[in-house]
């Protein structure tokens, strides 16, 4: 997104709430998000990043209003959760209620951060789940390493079927970038492809990926694209399986 596209679309309409993805969960794109936050913010508008595609594999600090994401991606928690941060000073009214929870003795629910946002009953399991994954990310500096590594894994992929004419790659526009390699094949549809993978136990994810705009942009409004996205444990000898599994078709 370029910034002086967002700050003259903010002049234009008065805006309360710019809401974005950190990265795209299609092309593994990183947004600046400082910059995003501080034009949100230059307009009067609170900012929201969605850091479900980033949590785990970026640093998320940028300043932003609030900051979402959730548990079951790079950060390997449950599913089922996920997490809501706020710039301080900044408040939410609740959107459910039900159960007094801590509240107790009251009929009503209670009003005051974090109460206010526990409704019914907590999914302690994956709260637990997800404490016990953040201890597995470790430190910034773990963090960065693992990415690294998942980040050679896609170049090793998308060397491996680079001037092939089969393949159609979709690589991130930015430089820092998310492992993900989305592409779409010229001989099969996505899902197709999707599908012929997992029968080889390699599990992939195809289709739209829940974000129609970005297909209209990329093109790719057929079928979607065939997204590879290797874990920071992946290991060479998985990319060549899959590579040679790719080259047979
Ligand atoms: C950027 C982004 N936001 C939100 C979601 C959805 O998260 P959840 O399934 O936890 O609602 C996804 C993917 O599932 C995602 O990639």
Same mark, same amino acid.
């Given at each position: 997104?370029?910034? +002086?596209?967002?700050?003259?679309?903010?002049?234009?309409?008065?805006?309360?709430?710019?809401?974005?993805?950190?990265? &795209?969960?299609?092309?593994?794109?990183?947004?600046?998000? +400082?910059?995003?936050?501080? =034009?949100? @913010?230059?307009?009067?508008?609170?900012?929201?990043?969605?850091? &479900?595609?980033?949590?785990?594999?970026?640093?998320?600090?940028?300043?932003?209003?609030?900051?979402?994401? &959730?548990?079951?991606?790079?950060?390997?928690?449950?599913?089922?959760?996920?997490?809501?941060?706020?710039?301080?000073? @900044?408040?939410?009214?609740?959107?459910?209620?039900?159960?007094?929870?801590?509240?107790?003795?009251?009929?009503?629910?209670?009003?005051?951060?974090?109460?206010?946002?526990?409704?019914?009953?907590?999914?302690?399991?994956?709260?637990?789940?997800?404490?016990?994954?953040?201890?597995?990310?470790?430190?910034?500096?773990?963090?960065?390493?693992?990415?690294?590594?998942?980040?050679?894994? =896609?170049?090793?992929?998308?060397?491996?079927?680079?001037?092939?004419?089969?393949?159609?790659?979709?690589?991130?526009?930015?430089?820092?970038?998310?492992?993900?390699?989305?592409?779409?094949?010229?001989?099969?549809?996505?899902?197709?492809?999707?599908?012929?993978?997992?029968?080889?136990? =390699?599990?992939?994810?195809?289709?739209?990926?829940?974000?129609?705009?970005?297909?209209?942009?990329?093109?790719?409004?057929?079928?979607?694209?065939? @997204?590879? &996205?290797?874990?920071?444990?992946?290991?060479?000898?998985?990319?060549? @399986? =899959?590579?040679?599994?790719?080259?047979?078709?």
């Amino acid at each position: 997104v370029p910034t +002086a596209a967002l700050a003259a679309a903010l002049a234009a309409a008065p805006t309360r709430l710019v809401v974005f993805t950190h990265a &795209s969960n299609v092309t593994g794109a990183v947004l600046d998000a +400082a910059a995003i936050v501080a =034009v949100s @913010r230059a307009a009067g508008a609170w900012s929201v990043v969605d850091a &479900s595609q980033t949590a785990g594999w970026l640093d998320l600090r940028c300043d932003a209003d609030v900051v979402v994401a &959730s548990a079951h991606k790079a950060l390997q928690g449950p599913p089922g959760l996920g997490f809501v941060a706020l710039r301080p000073g @900044r408040e939410l009214l609740p959107q459910k209620q039900g159960g007094t929870g801590s509240g107790r003795t009251e009929a009503v629910h209670p009003v005051a951060w974090p109460a206010a946002f526990e409704a019914g009953t907590p999914n302690t399991p994956a709260i637990l789940g997800l404490g016990a994954a953040l201890d597995g990310v470790a430190t910034p500096a773990t963090q960065a390493a693992a990415l690294q590594r998942a980040l050679a894994r =896609v170049d090793q992929l998308a060397l491996g079927l680079a001037d092939d004419p089969r393949w159609r790659l979709l690589p991130p526009t930015s430089s820092l970038r998310t492992p993900i390699l989305s592409l779409v094949p010229r001989d099969y549809e996505p899902s197709e492809l999707g599908a012929i993978l997992a029968d080889a136990d =390699v599990h992939v994810r195809s289709g739209f990926h829940c974000a129609p705009w970005i297909h209209a942009h990329l093109g790719t409004v057929a079928g979607g694209t065939v @997204r590879i &996205s290797p874990g920071a444990d992946t290991t060479a000898a998985d990319i060549d @399986r =899959v590579l040679a599994l790719l080259h047979r078709l």
